[in-house]
């Protein structure tokens, strides 16, 4: 993924809790933030399963068409999204 990619879905986040998430493509994502300095804040996003996600939210989601029940089955669980992403360990 490119940084201007990366950068479209953390402006697109929702801030749940101390995280933000977002979805793109089928796919739920989570950023946590890693440190603040002074031109910013550094987040740390990846993919996350949506099992994982704010309910609530991926309900929303689901209702506002942005992603599908078939997305949700396909990446339910940490081990699924690892495989879909090559089994890279993903999620905090």
């Known amino acids: 993924m490119s940084y201007s990619e990366a950068q479209k879905i ?15 493509g089928g ?7 890693t440190r603040t300095t002074r031109d910013g804040e550094i987040w740390h ?8 996600m704010d309910p609530k939210l991926k309900m929303r989601w689901l209702k506002q068409g942005l992603i599908k029940r078939r997305d949700i089955r396909d990446c339910k669980s940490r081990e ?3 495989d879909a992403f090559g089994g890279r360990h993903v999620g905090g």
Do not use: I, M
């Open 80 to 82: 699924k999204v690892r």
């Open 45 to 52: 996003g990846y993919p996350e399963a949506w099992d994982k």
């Open 27 to 33: 796919v739920g994502y989570v950023a946590r933030r």
């Open 10 to 24: 953390l402006d697109s986040a929702e801030r749940v809790g101390n995280t933000l998430q977002a979805t793109q």
